[in-house]
T-cell receptor, first 115, second 111 residues
Framework: GAVVSQHPSRVICKSGTSVKIECRSLDFQATTMFWYRQFPKQSLMLMATSNEGSKATYEQGVEKDKFLINHASLTLSTLTVTSAHPEDSSFYIC???????????FGPGTRLTVL | ELKVEQNPLFLSMQEGKNYTIYCNYSTTSDRLYWYRQDPGKSLESLFVLLSNGAVKQEGRLMASLDTKARLSTLHITAAVHDLSATYFCAVAYQGAQKLVFGQGTRLTINP
């Protein structure tokens, strides 16, 4: 149990376009989902926390108008990178937890390359 | 602000040797995680440490937690090549809702 999927696994887009990444909890209901970004050979940085049915909470320095997060159901959260630029190229990883404070289960990640 | 520091950041070792990765954190927390990441992959959960003095072992890896010293260790015994990966510790804060990750330790085990 506790499987989290992400789609797509890889995406290449042109600068200025928007890209949507989906994060799904496959076998449990996720009250809370998290979005992380990882640059090459660096650690994971939390971007935002989303709770089902409410607005996401963004970490300091993360532009909420650029990284739109929607947590419409207990099994699905989406991250939309709007007007993507090459500096947005990164590995985006989501995680999900059953309840507040519980262990996070990580998705396989999405590698975004913006040309 | 919670800070998590790992050392060493890079570790190259021979098969059969023992070594320890250290994870220090700056504020009180009662939950610490260790993860493994292979190149191009996401995180694989290794250990969850919930209380002071907790020790967990899986195969050649053993993790411990000292909440008073704000220190966790990941000990590798008789390393094998398959353990080559990047290892992260992560500390929970704000009611265990958020995780702050260490910088990661890139472990290379040479035959």
């Amino acid at each position: 149990g506790a499987v989290v999927s992400q789609h797509p696994s890889r995406v290449i887009c042109k600068s200025g376009t928007s890209v949507k990444i989906e994060c799904r909890s496959l076998d449990f209901q996720a009250t809370t989902m998290f979005w992380y970004r990882q640059f090459p050979k660096q650690s994971l940085m939390l971007m935002a926390t989303s709770n089902e049915g409410s607005k996401a909470t963004y970490e300091q320095g993360v532009e909420k108008d650029k990284f739109l997060i929607n947590h419409a159901s207990l099994t699905l959260s989406t991250l939309t990178v709007t007007s993507a630029h090459p500096e947005d190229s990164s590995f985006y990883i989501c995680s999900a937890s059953r309840n507040l404070g519980n262990e996070q289960f990580f998705g396989p990640g999405t590698r975004l390359t913006v040309l | 602000e919670l800070k998590v520091e790992q050392n060493p950041l890079f570790l190259s070792m021979q098969e059969g040797k023992n070594y320890t990765i250290y994870c220090n954190y700056s504020t009180t927390s009662d939950r610490l995680y260790w993860y493994r990441q292979d190149p191009g992959k996401s995180l694989e959960s290794l250990f969850v440490l919930l209380s002071n003095g907790a020790v967990k072992q899986e195969g050649r890896l053993m993790a411990s937690l000292d909440t008073k010293a704000r220190l966790s260790t990941l000990h590798i015994t008789a390393a094998v090549h398959d353990l080559s990966a990047t290892y992260f510790c992560a500390v929970a804060y704000q009611g265990a809702q958020k995780l702050v990750f260490g910088q990661g330790t890139r472990l290379t085990i040479n035959p």
